[in-house]
């Protein structure tokens, strides 16, 4: 079955600086990967995800790039603020099959003002 | 548009007890997905179910855990003789059927079995 790293565990930044979180995945049929971030006793919100037919997605001062022969996908936050400070979650899953996602261990992101 | 609602928020069990755990999908959404969230830890997926029928349950353990989605309330997640190590914290998620890979979550329930 599909299994996803996610590196690093931790990250603290200095608000203004960039942050990059790291994902790999095992199953090559996975074709779709969404971002979650997940503040203190919250639910999962979805941020941004991304298609196997597309390299790079962006909005705003998040974007998500994708490379498919490597299966790696990278979540990059510019200009970061105090309240992107949260837990981030990757996830891979196969469009079009029953849906599950299948998450990465989290990366928990501190932005210092 | 109400989004993925769960009750309760927060529930305490004796162990042995049983934890009853509520989810209502988005309006629209007839696919419910559970996760379970361990301390510090990702979410892993339990089981998914449509109205009326559990898809995949491979997620699940195979005693004291069911889940139910009828067609009419909520879906249900069921845990039987709780015990320590069944405190979590319990999410679903639903989908549309267009695009069950788009799934929202809702705020969850803090299971604590004492």
């Known amino acids: 079955g599909e299994n996803v790293e996610q590196h690093p565990s931790t990250l603290s930044v200095q608000e203004g600086d960039s942050a990059v979180i790291k994902c790999t995945y095992s199953d090559s049929a996975s074709n779709y990967f969404p971002w979650y971030k997940q503040e203190l006793g919250k639910r999962p919100q979805l941020i941004i995800d991304?298609?196997?037919?597309?390299g790079e997605k962006k909005d705003q001062r998040i974007a998500v790039t994708l490379n498919k022969t490597a299966k790696h996908f990278s979540l990059h936050i510019t200009e970061t603020q105090p309240e992107d400070s949260a837990v981030y979650f990757c996830?891979?899953?196969?469009?079009?099959?029953?849906?599950?996602?299948?998450f990465g261990k989290g990366t928990k992101l501190s932005v210092k003002p | 548009n109400a989004g993925v609602m769960q009750n309760p928020r927060h529930l305490v069990r004796r162990r042995g007890q049983e934890a009853r755990l509520r989810c209502s999908p988005m309006?629209?959404?007839?696919?419910v997905y559970w996760y379970r969230q361990l301390p510090e830890e990702g979410l892993k997926f339990m089981v998914y179910?449509?109205?009326?029928?559990?898809?995949?349950e491979s997620g699940m353990p195979k005693e004291r855990f069911s889940a139910e989605f009828p067609k009419e309330g909520p879906s249900i997640l069921r845990i039987q003789q709780v015990v320590r190590g069944d405190s979590a914290a319990y999410f679903c998620?639903?989908?549309?059927?267009?695009?069950?890979?788009?799934?929202?979550f809702g705020p969850g329930t803090r299971l604590t079995v004492t």
């Open positions: 998620a639903s989908s549309p059927k267009s695009a069950l890979y788009e799934q929202y």
């Open positions: 309006k629209g959404h007839s696919h």
């Open positions: 179910l449509q109205k009326e029928n559990i898809i995949d």
């Open positions: 996830a891979a899953s196969k469009m079009g099959s029953q849906g599950n996602l299948i």
């Open positions: 991304i298609r196997s037919n597309v």
